[in-house]
């Protein structure tokens, strides 16, 4: 069965320092894989989507950026964090009509 | 551009009572709607995925309708526990784009 890991859980990190959420899915290949952001009380936001190896695709202009080195393994990094992507990020894959399967989230406080 | 909205915002019910979510979207060219429950600090969970050829799935207490020409869909739940408190999410793709999200119903069930 298809499992999808996200890590890690919770992070606190200081205004200006960098970032690395990493998220990997086992049980399928080639995959569509997604970030999302969900700020408080509010919904869903799309960040990047990448359909294969190397491809990313960004939905919104900010200073975080996306990367998938490997068929199975998703990134989301910055090199210098802003108050203001402080959220819970979320990590899914998505199979068309198998619908989306979720991580189980990483809470990021930018101090 | 597609657009979900979940209506009520919140929800507030004593223990046993059924109740109804509702989801509406804009567009009626969809390929699958789904419900997700989360609870707080977590991530989704796939509850039910109707295909655009279904009318509705079931699963246990839980059952979803789907009226595409209406665009709308409602998320029943049978015989509510202090258990199925928490934000409950639809979702619906559209071939070649991500899946767009509402902003989701808190629900309470009181005992």
């Known amino acids: 069965s298809q499992t999808i890991h996200q890590w890690p859980a919770t992070l606190v990190q200081p205004v200006g320092s960098p970032l690395s959420l990493e998220c990997t899915v086992e049980g399928t290949s080639n995959p569509n894989l997604y970030w999302y952001r969900q700020a408080a009380g509010r919904g869903l936001q799309l960040l990047f989507y990448?359909?294969?190896?190397?491809?990313i695709s960004s939905e919104v202009p900010q200073n975080l950026s996306a990367s998938r080195p490997q068929d199975r393994q998703f990134i989301l990094s910055s090199k210098k964090l802003l108050l203001s992507d402080s959220g819970f990020y979320l990590c899914?894959?998505?199979?068309?009509?198998?619908?989306?399967?979720f991580g189980s989230g990483t809470r990021l406080t930018v101090v | 551009k597609q657009e979900v909205t979940q209506i009520p915002a919140a929800l507030s019910v004593p223990e046993g009572e059924n109740l109804v979510l509702n989801c509406s979207f804009t567009?009626?060219?969809?390929?699958?709607l789904q419900w997700f429950r989360q609870d707080p600090g977590k991530g989704l969970t796939s509850l039910l995925l109707?295909?655009?050829?279904?009318r509705e799935q079931t699963s246990g207490r839980l059952n979803a309708s789907l009226d595409k020409s209406s665009g709308r869909s409602t998320l029943y739940i049978a015989a509510s526990q202090p258990g199925d408190s928490a934000t409950y999410l639809c979702a619906v793709w559209e071939r070649g784009n991500d899946m767009r999200f509402g902003a989701g119903t808190r629900l309470t069930v009181k005992p």
């Open positions: 109707i295909q655009s050829s279904q």
């Open positions: 990448s359909v294969g190896i190397g491809q």
């Open positions: 567009d009626s060219a969809i390929y699958n």
């Open positions: 899914a894959w998505g199979a068309g009509h198998h619908g989306y399967t």
